[in-house]
């Protein structure tokens, strides 16, 4: 059933029928045949529980700028990049047809019962005509008045006068609590068909700057800057603005022009109260007409009270019983006007009840519109929509209040729905009418919490109320917190889904204050968490991330891991707009945050979060790093150091066990170099080929594998291995030999080093990362240079020197002289 629509259930038409054939009447309260009522048969599981299948949760996934958002009411909003499928097109204009349609949606409900008679616009002819005037010349106009001055009536007015000045028609907007970002969101929507589309500032100024329409905007509540931002978005627009004097005025670059509203005068003061009244005032009518004037400064509101106040003298001058049933002589004051002696006679109201009439209108109306009052007084003057009337009072033909109230004038429309006329909230207070304010709300509370989550009421609809279910929310913040957390979990998400997010804002930090105050952790994680996905839409990342962080940690301390996930990819997505790194030294791209100050390497605080390890690009090559050392004057080749770096630190981790293993490796290297003169033991392992850097600056020399070495044959050509006669030979000490190798052809295996970086053996065993002092010094160098190798290398391989005693310098001082000598030097 829907709640603001009544089925045919209501009124007894549900269907059922009494069986003929049923002689007790047993059956005449169950329902039809399904087959002859057209209805498909109910699910006999569910009446066998006893308990109804659950509703499921309305979601709405919408478009905000380049974001896809789901509204998930029971874990919170998702939010992602929208996919390129899922983007909507260019958003198409309405057409004159399409916003009439919207126009007449979007106006306040009628009042049952028969129609109220209009009233004219009086003395109003000269303004009218200049706001016209200068609408069409493509100006805007700033129209200021008090409340009460019949501004609303004056804008209707120039607005059908306007009809055919603009392409994009008339755009009439409400500008109650709203700020200048609404207001050209609400442009927006009134003027392109974009369903559950809302473009980011960047599009919805680039849509709004192209639309040519008079817009009307009612009720202003600011000036200054934000007016001037207004005006400028919209340079092909003219705007009507209309405006209490206690509005910030706009500011000097603004350009608009100013037109003051008044008071009416004396003579149409009197023939408004006529037309309200529906005849002709007689003289003492008229005196008492003329003091309210001059009271009331020709306010048009007051005349229309005051032609109330004379219908109702009328009523009980043709029957002194006609208010009787509304409780009218029960409540009266002891004071009260009584009837002459022929019973038919009722004076005229006071000059202050003329100037101040609601009590007096009040205390003459049903019981149900009485206690709607006290609804919208404890509501701050909003009025419930009148679908909601008869739930709230109790009374089934409740919504006929409404007529009585705007008969009065005792509410006036604002932008879709009516709120109590200036002045008449506070005179209400003054006889009782907020005694009850705290028990009102909480009913009108606990009733739209049930209404907006019900799963047959749209969001549009909710978003429609939202005036009021702000009312009750600002009421019970403090009073009582838990039916206020209720309301704005069940309101909030219908208000995102119906994009009126001013709403939804305000909504979800009413609620955010109502669960802290209840102590409620799990619904106040909720609202930082849906405070947070508002902020990131709305670009303000730096919010988001706060709120979002909160939402994350209440969330943790409940060990709510859903939530948790929601929340983290939603921070995932803000530190990826905003470039910043996420807790555990990763960006959003899983990248690690360089460190541009030091080497060290350590582990993060709290390690790598589970939520952010996202796929690692594949690992760089290994680069191979070489110090060159300049060599002394009249020395050998500088002896040279090279050090393999493993990996460029993919993560903190790998970087701290990469330079352990530095250590490590030059600790190896030390031991290695101070018993380099020693025999290996037997029982060792030792490398078949290592390359060690020969002290004399030679280069790097190959070491011969050991005589039980499986891995290459002793002598060379055997088992397919090269000839390695070139190569120098170590000693049996295992320390490079100091004698050059008297072949001048290059080994097959190059020893020079090379720019191509090596990969690194498994087991090293005596890396040469970092030269070492030898134990025994070294012999002194040769003072001339060595003798050029022969050109033909040697049949045999050179053999080691079989003694233990260390090497030494070899004889050079025959290879210096003899011819060609200076050659080879």
């Known amino acids: 059933m829907d709640p603001m629509n009544r089925g045919p259930e209501e009124y007894g038409h549900d269907g059922n029928h009494t069986d003929e054939n049923d002689e007790n009447g047993e059956n005449s309260a169950g329902p039809a045949d399904p087959a002859r009522s057209g209805r498909p048969p109910r699910d006999p599981m569910t009446p066998d529980f006893g308990q109804p299948a659950p509703a499921l949760a309305r979601t709405v996934q919408l478009v905000s700028g380049d974001f896809l958002l789901t509204v998930n009411p029971v874990d919170g909003s998702e939010i992602e990049p929208c996919p390129p499928g899922e983007r909507p097109e260019r958003p198409a204009k309405r057409t004159a047809a399409e916003r009439a349609e919207l126009r007449r949606a979007s106006m306040p409900p009628v009042p049952p019962g028969p129609a109220l008679p209009r ?66 969101h609400d442009l927006f929507a009134a003027v392109h068909d974009a369903p559950l589309h809302r473009p980011e ?37 003219a ?31 009197l023939e408004l109260l006529e037309r309200a009244v529906g005849r002709v005032l007689d003289d003492e009518e008229a005196n008492w007409a003329g003091d309210l004037w001059f009271e009331s400064e020709g306010l048009p509101l007051r005349f229309v009270q005051a032609g109330a106040l004379l219908r109702q003298r009328d009523q009980l001058r043709a029957d002194p019983h006609a208010f009787e049933e509304n409780g009218y002589f029960g409540d009266a004051p002891v004071d009260a006007p009584f009837a002459a002696d022929d019973g038919h006679d009722v004076p005229l109201p006071s000059l202050a009840d003329g100037a101040a009439p609601a009590a007096l209108l009040a205390s003459r109306l049903s019981p149900a519109a009485r206690a709607t009052l006290k609804f919208a007084v404890a509501l701050g003057g909003e009025l419930p929509h009148q679908a909601h009337l008869p739930a709230l009072v109790g009374d089934t033909h409740a919504d006929a209040a409404l007529s009585e109230l ?3 004038a005792l509410v006036t429309p604002v932008g879709g729905h009516y709120r109590l006329a200036a002045g008449v909230r506070t005179q209400l207070e003054t006889v009782g009418y907020a005694e009850e304010s705290a028990e009102y709300a ?102 988001a991330r706060a709120e979002l962080e909160a939402s994350i940690g209440l969330r943790g301390a409940l060990a ?30 899983a990248e690690e945050v360089p460190d541009a100050r030091y080497e060290e390497s350590a582990s ?50 790998a970087a701290g066990a990469g330079a352990l293993l530095a250590a490590v490796l030059g600790t190896v290297v030390t031991l290695g170099a101070t018993s380099g003169n020693d025999d290996p033991p037997g029982d060792k392992v030792t490398t078949e080929q290592s390359a060690k850097e020969d002290r004399d600056g030679d280069g790097l020399t190959a070491d011969k594998p050991q005589k039980d070495s499986t891995s290459r044959a002793d002598t060379p050509g055997e088992e397919g291995v090269s000839d390695t006669s070139g190569t120098p030979s170590p000693s049996d000490s295992g320390d490079p030999s100091d004698k050059p190798s008297e072949s001048g052809e290059p080994s097959d295996k190059p020893t020079e080093p090379t720019d191509k970086p090596t990969k690194p053996t498994d087991k090293p065993t005596k890396p040469t990362d970092k030269p070492t002092k030898p134990t025994t010094p070294p012999t002194k160098p040769p003072t001339t240079p060595p003798t050029k190798p022969p050109t033909t290398p040697p049949t045999t391989p050179p053999t080691p020197p079989e003694s233990d005693s260390p090497p030494t310098s070899p004889d050079i001082s025959n290879s210096a002289s003899g011819p060609g000598a200076e050659d080879r030097i």
């Open 442 to 543: 909480l009913s009108a509370a606990q009733h739209y919490a049930w209404w907006s989550g019900h799963p047959s009421v749209t969001p549009e609809r909710v978003a429609a109320e939202a005036d009021a279910v702000q009312a009750a929310l600002a009421a019970l913040v403090t009073t009582e917190s838990g039916a206020a957390v209720l309301l704005a979990r069940t309101a909030a998400p219908a208000f995102a889904g119906g994009l009126a997010w001013a709403a939804w804002e305000r909504a979800l930090r009413s609620g955010q204050e109502a669960a802290r105050n209840a102590g409620e952790v799990a619904e106040e994680a909720y609202f930082h968490h849906e405070l947070g996905i508002l902020a990131l839409c709305g670009g303000q990342l730096d919010r």
């Open 604 to 653: 993060p605080p709290g390690g790598i979060p589970a939520a952010f390890a996202l796929p690692e690009p594949p690992p760089e090559p290994d680069t191979l790093v070489t110090s060159r050392v300049t060599p002394a004057p009249g020395a050998g080749p500088a002896p040279s150091r090279r050090s393999i770096i493993s990996g460029t630190r993919r993560n903190l981790v």
């Open 406 to 408: 705007v008969g009065c």
């Open 201 to 237: 500032r960047a599009q919805l100024l680039e849509h709004v700057h192209e639309i040519g329409a008079v817009v009307v905007l009612d009720d202003l509540e600011f000036g200054g800057a934000a007016l001037d931002e207004l005006l400028d978005a919209t340079p092909e627009c």
């Open 560 to 589: 709510d891991k859903r939530g948790m996930i929601s929340g983290r990819r939603a921070l995932a997505l803000v530190a990826d707009r905003s470039g910043g790194a996420l807790p555990g030294g990763r960006t959003a791209a």
């Open 239 to 269: 705007f009507l603005i209309a405006a209490t004097p206690d509005v910030a005025a706009p500011s000097a670059d603004s350009h608009l022009e100013e037109v003051f509203l008044g008071g009416l005068g004396r003579g149409g003061g």
């Open 119 to 184: 009233l004219p616009l009086l003395e109003r002819q000269e303004e009218r005509e200049r706001l016209v005037r200068l609408l069409a010349r493509g100006r805007s106009v700033r129209l200021t008045g008090p409340a009460g001055s019949g501004r609303t009536a004056l804008l209707g007015a120039v607005a059908d006068d306007c009809a055919d000045l603009a392409p994009d028609g008339v755009v009439r907007l409400s500008g109650y609590r709203r700020t200048s970002g609404e207001l050209l």
